[in-house]
């Protein structure tokens, strides 16, 4: 079983800027990409971005040049996003994920609120 727990959401005004943090625990070991995903209200889960445990990293086009993902160097157990240039349509429930030996892990998610 892994466990992932996320934090920093909030309410913040277009242009502002909020880090997301995501700490994976339990049985974590071959756990090669972990990533976010968001939902806003009325549409579907949607990837966010994804990082592999050797570093490399995929930001979806619609937040490319305003987000940015990195994990912690040392124990690779804790995954950020940091969101800059906040818009309103990036208010979702932003989740942490990690695909491990065929299943999907997921925290419960933290609220992300732009305000215009």
């Known amino acids: 079983q892994v466990q992932l727990v996320e934090s920093g959401g909030g309410l913040v005004q277009a242009g502002g800027s909020l880090r997301l943090s995501c700490a994976a625990s339990?049985?974590?070991?071959?756990?090669?990409?972990m990533g976010w995903y968001r939902q806003a209200p009325g549409k579907q889960r949607e990837l966010v971005a994804r990082?592999?445990?050797?570093?490399?990293?995929?930001i979806v086009d619609s937040v490319k040049g305003r987000f940015t993902i990195s994990r912690e160097d040392y124990a690779k157990n804790t995954i950020y996003l940091q969101m800059n240039s906040l818009k309103p349509e990036d208010t979702a429930v932003y989740h942490c994920?990690?695909?491990?030996?065929?299943?999907?892990?997921w925290g419960k998610g933290t609220l992300v609120t732009v305000s215009s």
């Open positions: 994920n990690a695909p491990k030996r065929g299943a999907d892990y």
């Open positions: 339990g049985s974590i070991a071959s756990i090669n990409v």
């Open positions: 990082i592999t445990s050797g570093g490399s990293t995929t």
